[in-house]
């Protein structure tokens, strides 16, 4: 059975930064593409980044272009994001998802709250 955690999060000032990171068990890590997505309330998910299964491929989404950093480690099972120069809107639950690195995969972690304000 899939078990993905999230962890990293919290709160953080405007300029900031967070890692963010996610383990991943009861499925080949190494074989999935990856994704995260985030959800503010009130709001539909929003798709964050993607990874391919070898790291090798990532795509954005254009709200964290150039600020936002996804990545692997298929030695640890372990997916990342690394948020720079956070922004108010950036506030919200983050998930990391297995399965597609563009689209919703049929994995899903419980989330981790990002918080960002002065």
């Known amino acids: 059975q899939a078990l993905l955690v999230e962890s990293g999060g919290g709160l953080v000032q405007p300029g900031g930064s967070l890692r963010l990171s996610c383990e991943v068990s009861?499925?080949?890590?190494?074989?999935?593409?990856m994704a995260w997505f985030r959800q503010a309330a009130g709001t539909q998910r929003e798709y964050v980044a993607g990874?391919?299964?070898?790291?090798?491929?990532?795509n954005y989404g254009d709200p964290v272009k150039g600020r936002f950093t996804i990545s692997r480690d298929n030695a640890k099972n372990t997916l990342y994001l690394q948020m720079n120069s956070l922004k108010p809107e950036d506030t919200g639950s983050y998930y990391c998802?297995?399965?597609?690195?563009?689209?919703?995969?049929?994995?899903w972690g419980q989330g981790t709250q990002v918080t960002v304000s002065s």
């Open positions: 990874i391919i299964y070898s790291g090798g491929l990532k």
């Open positions: 998802s297995a399965g597609s690195m563009y689209k919703e995969g049929l994995y």
């Open positions: 009861g499925i080949m890590f190494k074989n999935n593409g």
